[in-house]
């Protein structure tokens, strides 16, 4: 990502919060063969030292991302939306922008055996699940669940390094912010609640700057 320095992350907690929240997650590995790119739902280690994830891939996929050669980037994509200048109420004001909280996450893939594999996929149908009212399990039929895990090839990321952006209008005014939000959360084109609760969030626990005068260059282009 474009390095600007207002919007970095560099707190831990706030890629695990991210990760927790925004678990549909792009997988891309540069292979011999080229780019390859695949999504699947990953899971935080909550235990675990450092930031880890689990995961799976539908064969053939591990073969094509060549899991365990090398290292892999996981980019975990929060809230994001277009962001109209005509919402600062500022007449001088007319380049739009897209807000966004992203995570570049890197690590080279480690292959789970079979058994640690069926019980990653067992935590993850659970992890889901346990917000309906009748949550199901691979243990309903664990011979059949055994059968369909033979498709997919368990892999455990520990993050190495990560590069990550909280955009959020933080260059504005805590009174262009508020009208931001109040444009996001209501039912025009570009309308977003999602956003709108990321930036009330980030509002609140400090991570919106007092510094509103000239516009971040990121504000040059969306």
Known sequence: MRYTPDYVITDPDEIRRLIRENPWATMVSSTAKGLVASHYPVVLEEDAEG???????????????????????????????????????????????????????????????????????GNLVDHFERLLPAPVSLSIDEDAARHLATGTVGIRLVVT???????????KSPQVIERVITALESDGPYASKALAEEMRRARASGLHGDDHGEAAPEDAAL
């Not at 996929?61 to 975990?76: A, F, N, T, Y």
């Not at 922008?97 to 890197?106: D, E, G, I």
């Not at 390094?161 to 933080?170: E, I, P």
């Open 51 to 121: 930031i880890s994830i689990v995961s799976h891939v539908g064969r053939p996929d591990e073969r094509s991302h060549e899991l365990g050669q090398h290292e892999m980037l996981v980019i975990i994509q929060g809230p994001h939306g277009y962001v109209s200048p005509g919402w600062y109420a500022d007449e001088a004001e007319f380049v739009p922008t897209w807000n966004h909280v992203t995570a570049h996450l890197y690590g080279t893939p480690q292959i789970l055996s079979d058994e640690e594999n069926f019980g990653v996929l």
């Open 161 to 171: 390094r990560f590069d990550a952006r909280l955009k959020l209008s933080q260059n």
